[in-house]
């Protein structure tokens, strides 16, 4: 896999000494003439044990298949595993532009659907508030949603600096009563998605997942991280991380 990926990274100089990571491949089932065939599409890689806390190392999709989402799928899966564990992540610093560009399109996503109430636990841990909140910049009267970025962090799996950067990049970012807290009407946020064109299709489910029985998910509530390196629907790979040079540091 490492060898196959120096085909299409140019920072992809380490292939050796990968006994420390996991690899998770995608392939895409078709039929022809009624015969199934299964095509390679990419894959992401991930160490096992990380010391700097990353949960994803290099991830790439053949040139036949970008384009389609197939980026977005493996980073969305890469968070998916991470919220198994129940704990958080985020990608390697400092990330490529096209890297940066494939996360903050899945940062946007993952947090405005949390918000919205997407997913069955936000449903049960938004906080309805019913009282005004007098000085706020957008004039909330009541029926707010307030989420704290802990939750936030929690429910999406996304680091909390990551939540703090992309709410703050959204304009939903609030400072009340001595913290940082969420708090968004439905209006706002439809306002917000229109605004940034966010696609809040879904690209996996979670319940699909069948985990090796040997696969540990039961770590602690601490951060890890989420290396950077596929892009969205209009890109093909990106680097993790600019200039990184560690095993699987660079998409």
């Not at 998770?24 to 299964?38: A, F, P, W």
């Not at 680097?239 to 095993?247: E, I, L, M, R």
Request: glycine share 8%.
């Amino acid at each position: 896999m490492c060898l196959l990926s120096k085909l299409f990274l140019d920072q992809k100089t380490i292939y050796y000494d990968i006994g420390n990571f996991l690899f998770y491949i995608l392939l895409v089932k078709s039929t022809d003439n009624g015969e199934t065939r299964y095509s390679f599409v990419g894959y992401f890689s991930k160490e096992k044990t990380s010391v700097e806390r990353n949960n994803l190392a290099c991830i790439l999709v053949l040139p036949p298949f970008r384009g389609q989402s197939y980026g977005q799928l493996l980073i969305e899966l890469s968070y998916e595993l991470t919220k198994l564990e129940r704990t958080t992540g985020g990608p390697e610093q400092p990330l490529s532009s096209q890297g940066f560009h494939s996360y903050r399109s899945y940062w946007r996503r993952a947090i405005v659907q949390t918000l919205l109430g997407e997913s069955l636990s936000a449903n049960i841990h938004v906080l309805q508030n019913e009282c005004a909140l007098k000085g706020h910049k957008h004039g909330w009267e009541h029926g707010q949603r307030i989420f704290s970025l802990s939750r936030l962090a929690l429910l999406t799996g996304i680091r909390i600096e990551d939540v703090l950067f992309t709410l703050d990049d959204l304009g939903l970012l609030e400072f009340w009563l001595g913290r940082h807290i969420v708090c968004v009407a439905d209006e706002t946020l439809r306002k917000v998605i229109a605004e940034h064109r966010i696609n809040l299709a879904l690209r996996s489910d979670p319940n699909g997942m069948l985990l090796d029985k040997g696969q540990d998910c039961s770590a602690p509530d601490e951060a890890m991280d989420v290396c950077d390196s596929q892009s969205d629907d209009s890109s093909s790979n990106a680097d993790t991380s600019s200039g990184s040079d560690s095993p699987e540091g660079s998409d």
